[in-house]
């Protein structure tokens, strides 16, 4: 509920500086258990940023997250621990997210250790049992990141975060990085282990392409904001955001006559993340922006069941 994260600037050697980057801008909604939330947005609109903070790889600077009746916002470390292997993360590059100096059995057995849970002769046999969960063998268990292809690598990881039995995990972006041939191979097995193990996702990507097929409710966002929220057809059938109709027009379709009516073509770049903008945050790039978008911030509404939007030519 009303997340934010500022991130200080600094403007030079001297003194302190009160600028902040914005990276998320009050920003609530809720994630049901066992579902996957899409989160979409360019890079730099503070997707990530989001989806880290909620699991509290950062700082609160306010707001509240509350996770199974308990505020993770407001704990310190320790207090913060049984929750942790609760919680994990995939991120986008497989190459620079694995140690290269250590074999997938000690990547995988590395967060068991922080978690203490399984030891011994059984860790073998449960480590060697998530590989195959996640399309690899019992011989790659003494390999080397290097050894294997980005997918694979992709595997190791999304093994090293069921490693320690987590329900939630932050995809971040986990197939931008990958060959579009072993894409879809990566989200099926991604759906596979959700339904196997009962995990959620909130799976974060740029774009809306990706995310349609995983989700089963989709937030766009900008600039730290989300702007709509709808069940994933919803939002691609009625889109109500002249920025999710703009992200809609710029994926490719069959046929181009049947967008056209929609289509809202993005003029401009995204303003500067320190920009203060009063009002709107797309008006600087919205065909539709009135002055009324100039200074007043619209805010989420629901204009149908579980659809909300952030845009003042829905409250009229
Ligand atoms: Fe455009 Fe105004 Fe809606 Fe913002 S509030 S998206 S500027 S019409
Ligand atoms: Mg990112």
Redesign the pocket.
């Known amino acids: 509920q009303h997340i934010k994260k500022y991130f200080p600037v600094k403007r030079n050697l001297f003194g302190r500086s009160s600028q902040h980057v914005k990276a998320v801008d009050d920003v609530s909604f809720k994630l049901y258990r066992g579902e996957t939330l899409g989160l979409v947005g360019e890079s730099g609109c503070g997707k990530s940023t989001l989806g880290r903070t909620i699991i509290r790889l950062y700082d609160v600077t306010s707001g509240s997250i509350m996770y199974d009746g308990h505020d993770l916002a407001k704990m310190g470390e320790a207090q913060l621990k049984p929750f942790r292997k609760r919680m994990q993360t995939i991120f986008q590059d497989p190459y620079s997210s694995l140690n290269p100096g250590m074999t997938v059995y000690e990547l995988i057995s590395e967060p068991m250790n922080i978690h203490g849970n399984i030891d011994g002769k059984q860790r073998r046999a449960f480590i060697t049992d998530l590989l195959e969960k996640v399309g690899l063998k019992a011989e790659h268990l003494d390999r080397y990141p290097h050894e294997f292809s980005g997918g694979q690598r992709q595997r190791v990881s999304i093994a090293r975060s069921l490693a320690v039995k987590p329900e939630f995990i932050v995809c971040d972006e986990p197939i931008s990085a990958l060959d579009v041939s072993v894409q879809a191979q990566v989200v099926n097995m991604l759906e596979d282990l959700q339904q196997e193990l009962g995990l959620t996702y909130l799976f974060i990507a740029h774009d809306l392409s990706m995310v349609r097929h995983i989700s089963n409710r989709i937030g766009v966002m900008y600039l730290g904001q989300i ?1 709509e929220l709808a069940e994933s057809n919803e939002l691609y059938e009625n889109p109500a ?3 999710t109709k703009a992200l809609l027009s710029s994926i490719p379709v069959a046929d181009p006559r049947a967008r056209e009516q929609n289509r809202v073509v993005l003029t401009g770049e995204l303003p500067s993340p320190l920009a203060a903008i009063s ?5 600087t790039r ?5 002055a ?3 200074e007043e911030e ?1 805010k989420p509404i629901e204009i149908g069941t579980g659809h909300q939007v ?5 409250d009229e």
């Open positions: 702007v955001h002249p920025y009002g709107c945050k797309f008006q919205c065909p539709y922006a009135t009324r978008c100039r619209p952030a845009c003042h030519l829905y």
